[in-house]
């Protein structure tokens, strides 16, 4: 998820540019990033949760078989058959997300009287699941993902080499990757930077 979230600050600067502001303004210039200013960087959070939205990390979710028949949507499901969820298609569809296609934390931070989290239970975005099969190492994997991203935005500015531009075509799969890695040159971003 790492390499999505900096493939889409790359190929968008002014979100980078507000990511680094905050990291700044949170952290300080010459500090390290710690586990406390984690929950104090909001528009990261945002940008991490747009990521998951445009990139989710399995394309179907694990599925479900339900134990009486049922209509779902006007479609007959009979007894015990297998019904997957296609994450990537709730994810950008213009039916629930305004712009779908467009990458925009903003969308995250906009009305937060229905804040959108991680544990699905806003089905429009279920990176992870939800109810009683949500992954069980999302606790981790936010705190961790969060913090390599604090620390690697944070201490360096980030650039493509010259000429390249930021190919975002996934690779089909148990979990959506990059088809092209990203690559990218880290720059010190302060002087007396403790990295």
Known sequence: MVEWVMAELLRNPEVMKKVQ????????ENNIVEEFHITKLHYLDAVLKETFRRHPPIPLLIPRCPS???IIGGYMIPKHSQVFLNLWSVCMDPKVWENPSEFWPDRFLKDNEKKID???NNFQFLPFGSGR???????LAERMVMYLLATLLHSFEW??????TVDLSEKFGIVMRKSTPLIATPYQRFRACHI
Not at 133 to 139: A, D, E, I, S
Not at 159 to 164: D, M
């Open 21 to 28: 502001q905050e990291l700044t303004d949170v952290v300080g």
């Open 68 to 70: 009486e028949s049922c």
């Open 118 to 120: 991680y544990i699905g």
């Open 133 to 139: 099969r949500v992954c069980p190492g999302l606790p």
């Open 159 to 164: 650039r493509l080499p010259e000429g390249e």
